[in-house]
């Protein structure tokens, strides 16, 4: 099983990024997926979720109109555009897979926001 993470990087507040996870080792469109994120010091927390036909989204309050995730399930690819970035989107991003006890995790990626 893998998920992997890109799209991470160096962006300036009211920037975009689009991160992407591509996904392996099991049926993608069986799985709701998920972005969480960590900022240092802090907990690990929800961004955005999807369901596995792509049909129901849901967001953090603090990203509620400037994100957007979307899945391409021919593609095996969960995707969250960030859009207008604040500072305090600085954070690890992870991507997640969920399916009834099976859940898996990705390694990670970088989002820096700073001028």
């Known amino acids: 099983v893998q998920l992997v993470e890109s799209g991470g990087g160096l962006v300036q507040p009211g920037g975009s990024l689009r991160l992407s996870c591509v996904v392996s080792g099991f049926t993608f469109s069986s799985y709701a997926m998920s972005w969480y994120r960590q900022a240092p010091g802090k907990e690990r927390e929800l961004v955005a979720h999807?369901?596995?036909?792509?049909?129901?989204?849901n967001y953090a309050a603090s990203v509620k109109g400037r994100f957007t995730i979307s899945r391409g399930n021919a593609l095996n690819t969960v995707y969250l555009q960030m859009n207008s970035l604040k500072p305090e989107d600085t954070a690890v991003y992870y991507c997640y897979a969920d399916f009834v006890a099976r859940h898996f995790w990705g390694q990670g990626t970088q989002v820096t926001v700073s001028s």
């Open positions: 999807i369901n596995s036909a792509g049909g129901t989204t």
